[in-house]
């Protein structure tokens, strides 16, 4: 594909845009004299059709229902808004992924990495999407700050939780905040329903977020058990101030972390967009260099470029990543199950360590502390499964370069050895380029007898040669066919492709390790949080330590197991289930949060149980704003050393390592050839 043939496809889709421009002007014009509701009805019937369309076909059918899933938790709309943001979203995604696979043939025109970006964008082509649902958060995290303002104001004034809602409900109508305006109706709804404990249940699966779910709960107690006043001041609205403070840090902490890893995501891709604008450019001023880049080196380290890159990416998406998708009720099976229930159980149980042992112990705590969605059976058949990969990898990849060296040794222009000039004449290359057909000549009318008197004897049958000639063609022909013998594969190779079996085979532990390891941050923000629960609740009327455990477990992320079963044995005994909880959490910073609550379990009231707690308030808020700042800059300088990471390796491995190689063995061998005069 040349120049002309881009330049007159891009021609011809601009041309037709135009046509579609045109004929969608023409009959907006024919259709001027119609109602606005009648083309805003015309407008959301093209994208249902397009909907339906999509539908049926069966590869963009699975987006497509991705796309609206994830939708339908953060926002509350009619079936036509939901399929028209659907239908929107996949159409931007496939624009984009369009336009970028045709820049990055312009800039590379190379077969294999376009075929590998092209896979590559498949896997991460949801970016747009998650950016989308990411903005879509933010906005909806502001508007509740707005909620919450107006609530308090209502509620001086109306000094009921019913009625201010419902004003609340009416004003934010009235000013356009639509998402926020839908939750807060949903609330409304549950206030006055029939089973309000119901429907508040199924407000909290639904929920679009974590504080929603707290300010429903908030109100549910409010209306149900009347507000408590302390020192003349509502502990509802304290519950309301507090609530807000904890948005204020959220949106903080995303809009700063969102500043500082800006555009690092594209920055860790562009070593895939310039890896062969860059070697052409090289070794165009260095001719040297085109040896190198098709040896065996220089694919493997081009290969560990573009492997830096990939793995970069995606070290930054999970960091940019706020919220984690957490499965609630009924999950089907991995394909690592169904594998281990189909076909790898046998060899799955006789590698698993014994229940009660220290291995299958370790093993399990590392699972519950990464919160990783897997048992240690499906852990193993991930091992064997990655394990396998990497072996397959590593035998195709020596096949490959074997194959690959016996084409550069038979059928590209070998450079001169101790040649230090630039870029070679058009008369030089056709003459490397006769002397690989020559040689490619020979040695394939030799077949497999390889022998040095043929090889002697054809060159003299060829007769196109003198005597000084022949010398030197029978010394480089031969020194090609010792390099085709020793083309094979090695049994070292073999010992590498299972060091490389090994090496997948531990993959899965160690990233359970890095999970378990970043999940200590998220816990200990958990632990915060649980703070700004109690001191919610420790003043509300009726309030008990079973209701606080229940609070603390519907918002739990990382506790939420031991939770549960603290609750389900708290009937047996609130001393003992407390201590259980204990021994079964091992994390410092709630374990004082569970001892103040064994002191409540008993005659002390939960408001005197906590004091301390309330005391230390203004301290923890400063304690917690440091600790956010501090996630926040670890982020940062890891997000910068990762983005810039696949840079630095471009630049090292395809360019400097390459450069220093090739003038030292170029170097080498003049010096050589200088010696022998």
Same mark, same amino acid.
């Given at each position: 594909?040349?120049?002309?043939?881009?330049?007159?496809?891009?021609?011809?889709?601009?041309?037709?845009?135009?046509?579609?421009?045109?004929?969608?002007?023409?009959?907006?014009?024919?259709?001027?004299?119609?109602?606005?509701?009648?083309?805003?009805?015309?407008?959301?019937?093209?994208?249902?059709?397009?909907?339906?369309?999509?539908?049926?076909?069966?590869?963009?059918?699975?987006?497509?229902?991705?796309?609206?899933?994830? +939708?339908?938790?953060?926002?509350?709309?009619?079936?036509?808004?939901?399929?028209?943001?659907?239908?929107?979203?996949?159409?931007?995604?496939?624009?984009?992924?369009?336009?970028?696979?045709?820049?990055?043939?312009?800039?590379?025109?190379?077969?294999?990495?376009?075929?590998?970006?092209?896979?590559? +964008?498949?896997?991460?082509?949801?970016?747009?999407?998650?950016?989308?649902?990411?903005?879509?958060?933010?906005?909806?995290?502001?508007?509740?700050?707005?909620?919450?303002?107006?609530?308090?104001?209502?509620?001086?004034?109306?000094?009921?939780?019913?009625?201010?809602?419902?004003?609340?409900?009416?004003?934010?109508? $009235?000013?356009?905040?639509?998402?926020?305006?839908?939750?807060?109706?949903?609330?409304?709804?549950?206030?006055?329903?029939?089973?309000?404990?119901?429907?508040? %249940?199924?407000?909290?699966?639904?929920?679009?977020? $974590?504080?929603?779910?707290?300010?429903?709960?908030?109100?549910?107690?409010?209306?149900?058990?009347?507000?408590?006043?302390?020192?003349?001041?509502? #502990?509802?609205?304290?519950?309301?101030?507090?609530?807000?403070?904890?948005?204020?840090?959220?949106?903080? $902490?995303?809009?700063?972390?969102?500043?500082?890893?800006?555009?690092?995501?594209?920055?860790?891709?562009?070593?895939?967009? *310039?890896?062969?604008?860059?070697?052409?450019?090289?070794?165009?001023?260095?001719?040297?260099?085109?040896?190198?880049?098709?040896?065996?080196?220089?694919?493997?380290?081009?290969?560990?470029?573009?492997?830096?890159?990939?793995?970069?990416?995606?070290?930054?998406?999970?960091?940019?990543?706020?919220?984690?998708?957490?499965?609630?009720?009924?999950?089907?099976?991995?394909?690592?199950?169904?594998?281990?229930?189909?076909? +790898?159980?046998?060899?799955?149980?006789?590698?698993?360590?014994?229940?009660?042992?220290?291995?299958?112990?370790?093993?399990?705590?590392?699972?519950?502390?990464?919160?990783?969605?897997?048992?240690?059976?499906?852990?193993?058949?991930?091992?064997?499964?990655?394990?396998?990969?990497?072996?397959?990898?590593?035998?195709?990849? *020596?096949?490959?370069?074997?194959?690959?060296?016996?084409?550069?040794?038979?059928?590209?222009?070998?450079?001169? %050895?101790?040649?230090?000039?630039?870029?070679?004449?058009?008369?030089?290359?056709?003459?490397?380029?006769?002397?690989?057909?020559?040689?490619?000549?020979?040695?394939?009318?030799?077949?497999?007898?390889?022998?040095?008197?043929?090889?002697?004897?054809?060159?003299?049958?060829?007769?196109?040669?003198?005597?000084?000639?022949?010398?030197?063609?029978?010394?480089?022909?031969?020194?090609?066919?010792?390099?085709?013998?020793?083309?094979?594969?090695?049994?070292?190779?073999?010992?590498?492709?299972?060091?490389?079996?090994?090496?997948?085979?531990? #993959?899965?532990?160690?990233?359970?390790?890095?999970?378990?390891?970043?999940?200590?941050?998220?816990?200990?923000?958990?632990?915060?949080? *649980?703070?700004?629960?109690?001191?919610?609740?420790?003043?509300?009327?009726?309030?008990?330590?079973?209701?606080?455990?229940?609070?603390?477990?519907?918002?739990?992320?990382?506790?939420?197991?031991?939770?549960?079963?603290?609750?389900?044995?708290?009937?047996?005994?609130?001393?003992?289930?407390?201590?259980?909880? $204990? %021994?079964?959490?091992?994390?410092?910073?709630?374990?004082?949060?569970?001892?103040?609550?064994?002191?409540?379990?008993?005659?002390?009231?939960?408001?005197?149980?906590?004091?301390?707690?309330?005391?230390?308030?203004?301290?923890?808020? %400063?304690?917690?704003?440091?600790?956010?700042?501090?996630?926040?800059?670890?982020?940062?300088?890891?997000?910068?050393?990762?983005?810039?990471?696949?840079?630095?390796?471009?630049?090292?491995?395809?360019?400097?390592?390459?450069?220093?190689?090739?003038?030292?063995?170029?170097?080498?061998?003049?010096?050589?050839?200088?010696?022998?005069?």
């Amino acid at each position: 594909m040349n120049i002309y043939i881009i330049i007159g496809s891009t021609c011809f889709f601009l041309a037709l845009l135009l046509i579609i421009i045109n004929f969608v002007y023409s009959r907006k014009r024919n259709n001027a004299g119609k109602s606005l509701r009648q083309e805003g009805q015309r407008f959301y019937a093209f994208y249902i059709s397009l909907y339906r369309s999509f539908s049926r076909l069966p590869i963009l059918k699975k987006l497509l229902h991705n796309i609206r899933k994830r +939708l339908e938790v953060y926002t509350v709309s009619d079936e036509k808004n939901i399929r028209k943001t659907t239908v929107t979203l996949l159409l931007i995604t496939a624009v984009t992924y369009i336009t970028i696979v045709i820049m990055f043939w312009v800039l590379t025109r190379d077969l294999l990495l376009l075929i590998l970006f092209a896979v590559l +964008l498949s896997f991460i082509g949801d970016t747009i999407i998650e950016l989308f649902i990411s903005n879509l958060q933010s906005k909806l995290l502001r508007q509740q700050i707005k909620y919450l303002e107006l609530l308090r104001h209502k509620y001086y004034e109306q000094k009921s939780v019913e009625d201010a809602n419902l004003e609340v409900c009416n004003l934010l109508n $009235k000013e356009g905040t639509f998402e926020v305006y839908t939750q807060a109706e949903r609330i409304n709804d549950m206030l006055f329903s029939k089973n309000v404990e119901e429907e508040l %249940e199924r407000y909290y699966e639904t929920a679009p977020n $974590k504080y929603f779910k707290m300010l429903a709960g908030i109100i549910f107690i409010t209306k149900e058990y009347g507000d408590t006043y302390i020192k003349d001041s509502s #502990v509802f609205v304290r519950c309301i101030t507090y609530l807000d403070s904890e948005i204020k840090a959220e949106l903080y $902490k995303r809009e700063k972390l969102k500043y500082a890893l800006k555009s690092l995501t594209t920055i860790s891709l562009l070593p895939l967009f *310039f890896l062969k604008p860059l070697r052409n450019w090289a070794s165009g001023s260095f001719a040297p260099l085109e040896s190198f880049y098709t040896s065996r080196m220089g694919i493997i380290l081009g290969m560990a470029t573009v492997l830096t890159s990939i793995v970069c990416y995606i070290i930054l998406r999970n960091l940019q990543r706020f919220d984690k998708n957490i499965n609630i009720g009924y999950v089907k099976k991995t394909f690592e199950e169904r594998l281990y229930d189909k076909l +790898l159980h046998p060899v799955v149980d006789r590698l698993v360590p014994r229940e009660y042992s220290k291995q299958s112990q370790y093993l399990t705590e590392l699972i519950k502390s990464a919160m990783a969605p897997v048992n240690i059976y499906s852990l193993y058949v991930r091992r064997l499964l990655i394990g396998l990969v990497a072996f397959i990898f590593g035998v195709c990849m *020596f096949l490959g370069l074997n194959a690959y060296s016996r084409y550069t040794i038979l059928y590209l222009p070998q450079m001169p %050895e101790g040649y230090l000039g630039g870029k070679l004449s058009v008369q030089e290359y056709e003459k490397l380029k006769n002397i690989a057909d020559f040689d490619r000549k020979i040695i394939l009318s030799l077949g497999k007898n390889l022998n040095k008197d043929l090889v002697l004897e054809k060159l003299f049958e060829n007769g196109q040669l003198n005597n000084q000639e022949v010398s030197v063609a029978y010394e480089r022909i031969n020194k090609k066919i010792y390099m085709l013998s020793n083309n094979i594969f090695w049994w070292w190779q073999l010992i590498v492709c299972f060091f490389m079996f090994t090496a997948g085979y531990w #993959v899965p532990i160690l990233s359970l390790g890095i999970m378990a390891r970043a999940r200590k941050i998220d816990m200990e923000d958990e632990v915060s949080q *649980f703070q700004t629960i109690i001191l919610m609740l420790m003043h509300m009327n009726r309030i008990h330590v079973q209701e606080i455990l229940e609070w603390m477990e519907a918002f739990s992320v990382h506790f939420k197991e031991p939770l549960q079963k603290c609750i389900l044995n708290f009937s047996s005994g609130p001393y003992e289930a407390l201590e259980q909880l $204990k %021994e079964e959490v091992g994390f410092s910073p709630l374990l004082a949060i569970i001892d103040n609550l064994q002191l409540a379990s008993s005659d002390l009231e939960v408001s005197k149980a906590f004091e301390e707690l309330e005391n230390e308030m203004s301290f923890n808020r %400063e304690t917690r704003k440091d600790s956010n700042e501090r996630i926040v800059e670890k982020k940062k300088n890891l997000g910068n050393m990762i983005g810039f990471l696949p840079v630095y390796m471009m630049i090292i491995l395809y360019l400097i390592i390459p450069m220093v190689v090739s003038g030292m063995n170029s170097i080498s061998a003049f010096y050589k050839q200088i010696m022998q005069i």
